[in-house]
């Protein structure tokens, strides 16, 4: 079993033995029915921080205060299956406290208060991922990732943490602070352990090296800001989680973490995963500035599938080089290993 969590500032993540990993992501039954039932549903588009740059806000007990409103967005939701529930082809609520969202037209129009909201903002943020991931030629011109209907359970965790959860192939997230399923970005960072867990068969063994740990964390939170910076771009891209940081960091900008820190391999690495990650993420940060977003998450994405699961970054990088030069040549590569060299991470 294995637990990837979202974490906090001291609060050290749960990495226990991968020997009981036995289910993988991988194989699944379809769970849902005619595809592509369209409807509508209102989110936040990334974070109401990120998205009205109103560094003030804070939870005030899942109010729905009138700072908010602005922040709220109607989205088409796609992909559902028809049958009235946020169950579609990617993403699968299954679990909430209270009742499932339901709705016999496809609207699911709630405010954060009620906790339906979280449902939809789960259901619109995997299945936006997975078609982004899509949209790169994975599950067509290149492997699949992550491609089945994602289950998902909401606000079931007291805590203030949110994981992935290989063993059961699920998402959990919690409601501490601000309820975690009212931020994309940690949304989007859950789906990022889910996607490397079906990458390599388990990434969940993953936790049996403290640098591979860190490559599933860096590149969780840089996939949650990547996608988010795709699909609903803010000011400070490079700030995880905006909104759900804002209980628990008190400097501003709130951040759980950032993805552009200027930290350098091996000298700044201390053991723990989240803190070493942005070493990772950073690198793959700047490699998306170098190459645009099309080009550097193809690669990185594609990557992942050989990354052995007890990897070292060096050796992590290296992969990462070598899939540069296999898809996009040798000048791409170049840029690559640059920013692997920046970072110390290649010599
Ligand atoms: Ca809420
Ligand atoms: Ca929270
Ligand atoms: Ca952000
Ligand atoms: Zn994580």
């Known amino acids: 079993m294995r637990l990837t969590n979202l974490l906090r500032a001291g609060i050290v993540v749960i990495a226990l033995s991968a020997m009981l990993v036995s289910v993988s992501s991988a194989a699944q039954s379809p769970k849902s029915g005619p595809p592509h039932s369209q409807g509508f549903g209102r989110i936040f588009f990334p974070n109401p921080v990120a998205s009205l740059g109103d560094q003030t806000l804070t939870d005030q007990d899942d109010a729905d205060y009138p700072a908010l409103q602005a922040a709220y967005v109607v989205v088409t939701l796609t992909n559902l299956d028809g049958r009235g529930y946020l169950h579609g082809d990617w993403a699968y609520i299954y679990k909430s406290v209270g009742p499932l969202a339901y709705s016999e037209d496809n609207t699911f129009i709630y405010d954060r208060h009620d906790d339906r909201f979280e449902q939809v903002m789960a259901y619109y943020w995997v299945t936006e991922a997975q078609k982004y991931i899509q949209s790169l030629g994975f599950g067509t011109k290149y492997r699949p990732i992550n491609m089945e209907p994602q289950d998902i359970r909401i606000n079931q965790l007291g805590l203030d943490n949110s994981y992935s959860w290989d063993k059961f192939d699920m998402l959990r997230f919690g409601k501490g602070g601000v309820d975690d399923a009212e931020d994309a970005e940690v949304i989007l960072h859950e789906y990022g352990h889910a996607m490397m867990d079906s990458q390599s068969d388990p990434f969940g063994s993953f936790g049996s090296s403290i640098e591979a740990g860190s490559i599933g964390e860096g590149f969780s939170d840089y996939w949650a800001v990547a996608v ?97 030069t296999r898809l996009f040549g040798e000048q791409v590569a170049a840029v690559v290993q640059a920013v692997f060299q920046a970072r110390g991470i290649l010599p």
Do not use: K
């Open 228 to 324: 988010s910076n795709v699909i609903a771009p803010t000011a400070d891209p490079a700030c995880v989680a905006d909104w759900d940081a804002v209980s628990y960091i008190s400097t501003e900008p709130h951040c759980l973490r950032r993805v552009d820190l200027d930290l350098y391999y091996p000298l700044d690495l201390v053991g723990q995963v989240h803190h070493d990650g942005q070493i990772w993420s950073r690198s793959l940060w700047d490699i998306r500035l170098a190459l645009g977003a099309t080009i550097a998450d193809t690669l990185i994405l594609e990557a992942q599938f050989e990354f052995a699961p007890d990897t070292s970054m060096p050796a992590a990088a290296q992969v990462t080089v070598d899939t540069a």
